[in-house]
């Protein structure tokens, strides 16, 4: 799919001169053209989607520097002011405070449509590594933004987070220091974590050059699976444009209008109250909740008895997903002709929401009644520890354990040789 | 290394001047790039202000008999408590055996002063601030995770590793305690 042949041909004078000097034209012509599989379904929106997040961060975040002021004395006053006085302020902060979780909605889908088509088998594991890296950052990006506010959550959260470095042995401690720039979480932790905040996103978009270079090296994966024979490139692909522009176009309409729901109707959602407080050092709130986006990873930690045992889980379930092209063993693509597959992983997906809600509950509180059962090893059967774990294992059991065992004793169903003959049902073509 | 430098297997396999000269100009460099980023990676560490703000006094008849005052030193909360005879006991005679972290209550208060207990208010599991007086052994609670310490601050349950933290303090007269 990369290696089509450019069909741009420069007409105005001033077009022709450009292109012997620096074919920029012929750059986005070509990339319209791209020759794309016909097959793609709405789960294969997202990437444009998240383009537009990562752009819609960017110019409200652009904006919100210019009235925020990363002091401690007067972070939480600025941001008050820019929710107040500065002309639709309100409106910029909700949409870059929403927007941080629309764009996590959005990498999640995302990464669980790659993972369904297994879009990142070979010959795409670098388009899958270069993703992963890209939610790493999104994850920093958005820990750092929260901390800027300096409310209570801010505050406890930044506590919480940098006290995770604490934990590596030996070497924890002074890291902790040098990453804080004091004993305490404190003025030159807000101006440091400001700075990175502004930084981060220009080096994710610099990631999601190398994550689109990678696409069009490799070239589009698609539902059924499989690679587009030479000879098929004309009847099973289409141009990018006007085909998937539209497309993408329709699908974020969509989105925006979900967006637009949250931004005007139910602004502090997705928030917290405790952040609506000054950050104090001396008063810890009762319940600490990370954003909701990092809650499974949040309970993951809690699953863990042992300090730095959680810390490691939890960046295991991130780490995790780097090597997940060499854990799959599976010549088979798409989950679509894999049964088995398909099952372990609609269960992987209400794990994950399982982690969440429980990252977000009191470790010993019961999950179901009011009841005790027994006490299993550190805590009661029937509280949220214990469902914690049971999910952070399956979890990761799903990557260490199934991928690599169903792919090898699994029998997937027939996969077709073009996309496009599961619709036309294997009869001949007849049309194009 | 060295394509210019064409041997009998075509390799370049002998070490030649001009390799030397390409790992020491390549070494050079990486030495004179990390020359450069330290003192942008050391900047990061606490600045002389900072440090400067290393110690605090503290008058201790400001603590009644059974009550704890929170202070701020260095951006972190230290709890001064005064603990009742039934704590002080309580903390005495708990066997070392029963403790996660083993440390005697005399080893984490000054002598003549064992009523007074000087810790570090941050819970060592992930540093939120424990609650004063509840939890299963009567001296701290983590509302964060669910730690529990004793009246000596020791850790007895939950995911915290380490006892709450004595910090460096040396008693300047009977009643008046400097921290750092």
């Known amino acids: ?432 | 290394m060295a394509e210019s430098v064409v041997t009998e297997n075509g390799e370049g396999g002998d070490a030649t001047r001009r390799d030397f000269i390409h790992i020491a100009a390549g070494a050079a460099a990486v030495g004179a790039g990390a020359m450069l980023a330290w003192p942008l990676i050391n900047s990061m560490n606490p600045a002389a202000d900072t440090l400067a703000l290393a110690s605090i006094e503290f008058d201790m008849t400001k603590v009644q008999e059974g009550q704890q005052i929170v202070i701020k030193w260095q951006g972190k909360p230290v709890f001064v408590r005064y603990r009742t005879p039934r704590e002080l006991q309580e903390a005495t005679s708990t066997p070392l055996s029963a403790l996660k972290d083993p440390q005697a209550d005399a080893d984490r208060v000054k002598d003549g002063h064992s009523q007074y207990l000087v810790v570090l208010g941050n819970c060592t599991h992930l540093g939120c601030i424990p609650t004063f007086g509840s939890g299963d052994f009567g001296g701290w609670f983590c509302p964060c995770h669910g730690s529990h310490y004793d009246t000596s601050g020791r850790i007895r349950k939950g995911p915290a590793p380490k006892n709450l933290v004595v910090p460096e303090y040396a008693y300047l007269s009977d009643t008046r305690i400097k921290i750092g």
């Open chain 1, 1 to 432: 799919m990369s290696d089509h042949e450019s069909t741009y041909v420069p007409k105005t004078g001033i077009e022709k001169w450009l292109d012997t000097r620096l074919p920029i034209v012929r750059f986005g012509a070509d990339y319209l053209a791209l020759p794309t599989p016909r097959n793609l379904n709405y789960w294969y929106t997202f990437g444009a989607i998240l383009a537009l997040c990562l752009v819609i961060q960017i110019a409200t975040g652009i904006i919100l520097a210019m009235h925020y002021v990363p002091n401690t004395e007067m972070a939480f006053a600025s941001v008050e002011r820019i929710m107040r006085d500065v002309n639709g302020g309100d409106l910029i902060r909700y949409t870059h405070a929403n927007g941080a979780s629309m764009f996590f909605i959005a990498v999640y889908l995302h990464m669980l449509r790659g993972l369904y088509y297994g879009s990142y088998k070979a010959p795409r594991e670098m388009i899958w590594i270069v993703g992963c890296l890209i939610f790493f950052l999104m994850i920093a990006t958005a820990f750092l933004g929260y901390v800027l506010p300096w409310g209570q959550m801010s505050y406890w959260g930044a506590e919480v987070i940098t006290n995770l470095i604490g934990a590596i042995p030996v070497v924890g401690e002074p890291i902790l220091i040098w990453l804080r720039g004091g004993p305490a979480i404190d003025n030159a932790t807000l101006n440091r974590f400001f700075s990175l905040h502004y930084l981060l996103p220009f080096v994710i978009a610099g990631c999601v050059v190398l994550h689109l270079w990678a696409l069009h090296t490799a070239g589009q994966n698609n539902p059924v699976g499989i690679l587009i024979p030479k000879d098929r490139q004309a009847k099973d692909t289409v141009p990018f444009h006007p085909y998937y522009t539209v497309k993408d176009g329709f699908a974020i309409i969509l989105f925006l209008i979900l967006f637009a729901v949250f931004v005007f109707f139910m602004p502090n959602a997705l928030g917290h109250a405790d952040n609506y407080i000054p950050a104090n050092p001396l008063v810890t709130p009762a319940h600490i909740v990370p954003e909701w986006y990092m809650l499974p990873f949040y309970a993951i930690l809690r699953a863990i008895p042992d300090k730095f045992g959680g810390v490691m889980a939890m960046f295991g379930a991130i780490g995790v997903l780097f090597i997940l092209p060499w854990l799959d063993t599976s010549k088979v693509r798409s989950m679509r002709y894999r049964p088995t597959m398909r099952t372990f992983f609609i269960l992987f997906v209400i794990v994950g929401l399982i982690l969440g809600w429980c990252g977000a509950q009191l470790p010993d509180a019961p999950v179901i009644g009011d009841f005790k059962t027994f006490i299993l090893i550190d805590g009661d059967l029937n509280s949220y520890l214990w469902l914690t774990r049971f999910a952070t294992a399956y979890y990761f059991a799903f990557f260490l354990i199934i991928m690599p065992l169903v792919g090898l004793r699994e029998t997937p169903q027939t996969i077709p040789a073009t996309i496009s003959e599961p619709v036309l049902s294997g009869t001949e073509e007849t049309k194009g």
